[in-house]
């Protein structure tokens, strides 16, 4: 198991791709904490990781207030005695046209796609470079932050796009630390989130026209990658994103 013991935080975990990722990390060996406002769909998340073998926690934390972000990983300290692994995964995406986006709608999307990534970052490393860990930090960005959606979300693109250079200039700031900061982008991934934001036939035919893997992804395409930034083989591997599309931003 190459994350054997380790602990992990995954935001956004009840469903779709940080579910995924959870436990893909629990079955390789980490101490999961499933850290979501959906508190029943997170237990359930955390109950199957338990009956299958491993170890997991479900905590209620709404990103966009700080003192909860903070709570999340002094109950993770508090749980598991330190934190080894913070994914920031939790996103949202609101579809409408440019000219109609709200002021409120612009606050949500960078709140909880850039903001909340910025402070549970921060507060995840302060807890890491007080216990002297070697630490992984991944963030979930997305192709929308290398070039244009086709849906017409442009907030949503921006704070995808600031994630990517979070990565970059925080990996840079923790690197004398021990600390590694990374990302994955992925494509279009067939998500309660992505069938909510696209009709989900049209989803489909991008898939099979658009995409050179001739298929949309699939959450668990993206757990390896995921796995890879979390462990010690990828010691050398520091503000990078990496691009999990099928191929998409190839062509």
Known sequence: MKLY?????????????????????AREGAKVVIAD???????????NIEDEGGTAWATNVNLMR??????????????FGQIDILVNNAGIVI?????????????LQ???????????TQEAAKAMIRDKLQ??????????????STIPSVPY????AGVRMLTMSSAVQLAKHGINVNAIAPGTIDTELSRGAVDPQELVRFGEERIPKGRLGKTEDLVGAVVFLCSQDSDYVLG???????????I
């Open 5 to 25: 013991q380790r602990v992990a935080i995954v935001t956004g975990s009840a469903q779709g791709i940080g579910r995924a990722i959870a436990e893909g990390l």
């Open 37 to 47: 406002q959906q508190i029943e769909a997170a237990r359930e998340v955390a109950s």
């Open 66 to 79: 700080l003192p909860e972000i903070s709570n999340m990983v002094d109950g993770t300290i508090d749980r």
């Open 95 to 107: 579809v409408k046209p440019f000219v109609e986006m709200t002021e409120a709608d612009w606050d």
């Open 110 to 120: 960078i709140g909880v796609n850039l903001k909340a990534a910025f402070f549970a």
């Open 135 to 148: 630490g992984r930090i991944v963030n979930v960005a997305s192709t929308s932050g290398f070039t244009a």
């Open 157 to 160: 693109d921006i704070s995808k």
């Open 240 to 250: 990078h994103t990496l691009v999990v599309d099928g191929g998409w931003l190839s």
